[in-house]
C-alpha cells in the first residue's frame, strides 16, 4: 500500500510538471500570435491544464472505472471555481473582462445544465457524448471568430520581448517543450489512476468520492498554477478565462470522449448533493463577475465553501 500512495504522489507529481511544459510551450506559440489573453486562457491555456483531467477520464473509462471518469469532471469543476478563484482571490483581487457575464460563462451554464440533465438519464450516453462534442465545436468556433473580429484589442497590447523575437529556434524548443509535457501528462495520468483505483479499494472508499476529492484537486493543479501565477502578474484575463474554458472543457470534451468510449454511469446520490454545488458555483460567478473585481472576501467564502465539501464528502 505504502508503494501505491508514492505512485500516488508521483502520478501527481509528473500532472503537474507535464502540464506546465505543455502549457508553457503552447502559451508562448499563442502569445506570437498576438491572441486576447482571455481567448488565449479560454481556450490553449483550458486546453492545456485540462488535459490532465481528459487523460485521467479516458483511461479511467477504458479501464472500467467509469465512476472515476465522472467524479473527476464534477470535482475538478468545483475546485476550479471554489479553491483555484478562492486562493488567487485571496492573492489578489481579480478583475475581469467587462463581457464575461454576457457571453462566456452563460456558455459555460448552459454546458453545465446540459450535463446535469444528461446526468438524470443515469448515464451519460454515447449519444449524448455526441452532443456534447458538437457543443465544443461550437465553442472552439466561437472563440476563433471572437479572436479575428477584435483585432485592435490585441495590437493594443505591449509588446513583450519574448513575442518580438520569437525565432525558428525558440519554435522548436516550445513545440519540443509541449511534447515532453504531454508525455509527463500521459504517464502521470496512468499512474495516478492505477494508485487512485486501487486506495480506493483499500480504504473501501468509493471511486467516485476518490474522482471528486484527491483526483480531481490532484488534476487541477495545473489550474491552480496558472490562474495563481494569472493573478500574481496582473493577469487576471488569462486566470479567469482558464478557469471557465476549463470547466467547459471538461464537460464538452473530457464527458464527451469518454462516453463515446464507454457509456459513463452516474451515481443517484450525485443529482442531489454534488451536481447542485457544482451548478450552485457556476450561478455564483454571475453576481461575483458583474461587479468585474472578485474581492478578498469573496476569495475566501469561496475557499471555506470548498473545504466544507471536502469535509462533508468524507
Do not use: H
Request: charged content about 15%; proline content about 4%.
Amino acid at each position: 500500500m505504502a508503494v501505491q500512495a508514492l505512485l500516488f504522489v508521483a502520478g501527481l507529481i509528473l500532472l503537474y510538471f507535464g502540464a506546465e511544459g505543455m502549457v508553457k510551450g503552447a502559451v508562448s506559440l499563442a502569445r506570437a500570435l498576438r491572441i486576447r489573453p482571455l481567448i488565449i486562457g479560454l481556450t490553449v491555456v483550458a486546453f492545456g491544464t485540462s488535459a490532465p483531467e481528459l487523460v485521467v477520464s479516458l483511461l479511467a473509462a477504458v479501464q472500467k472505472s467509469e465512476a472515476l471518469a465522472v467524479g473527476n469532471v464534477i470535482g475538478s469543476n468545483i475546485a476550479n471555481i471554489a479553491l483555484i478563484l478562492g486562493i488567487a482571490a485571496i492573492l489578489r483581487p481579480l478583475r475581469a473582462e467587462r463581457g464575461l457575464v454576457r457571453r462566456e460563462i452563460p456558455m459555460m451554464l448552459v454546458a453545465s445544465f446540459l450535463f446535469y440533465g444528461m446526468a438524470w438519464s443515469g448515464a451519460i450516453s454515447r449519444p449524448f457524448g455526441g452532443i456534447l462534442l458538437a457543443g465544443l465545436v461550437v465553442f472552439l468556433a466561437y472563440s476563433v471568430r471572437t479572436a479575428r473580429v477584435q483585432p485592435q484589442e490585441s495590437q493594443a497590447e505591449p509588446e513583450r520581448p519574448d513575442e518580438a523575437s520569437l525565432t525558428r529556434r525558440s519554435t522548436l524548443k516550445n513545440g519540443l517543450l509541449f511534447l515532453f509535457g504531454l508525455g509527463g501528462l500521459i504517464l502521470g495520468a496512468q499512474v495516478l489512476v492505477g494508485s487512485g483505483v486501487y486506495l480506493a479499494r483499500a480504504f473501501g472508499v468509493s471511486e467516485g468520492i476518490i474522482g471528486l476529492s484527491l483526483v480531481a484537486v490532484g488534476t487541477s493543479l495545473p489550474e491552480l498554477a496558472t490562474t495563481v501565477v494569472a493573478s500574481i502578474r496582473k493577469e487576471a484575463d488569462l486566470g479567469i478565462g482558464n478557469i471557465i474554458g476549463s470547466n467547459l472543457f471538461n464537460i464538452l470534451a473530457v464527458i464527451g470522449l469518454g462516453s463515446l468510449i464507454r457509456p459513463l454511469p452516474v451515481e443517484s446520490e450525485w443529482l442531489l448533493f454534488q451536481f447542485p454545488v457544482m451548478l450552485f458555483l457556476s450561478l455564483a460567478l454571475v453576481p461575483l463577475m458583474s461587479g468585474r473585481v472578485i474581492r478578498r472576501w469573496e476569495g475566501s467564502l469561496l475557499f471555506a465553501g470548498y473545504c466544507a465539501f471536502l469535509i462533508w464528502l468524507f
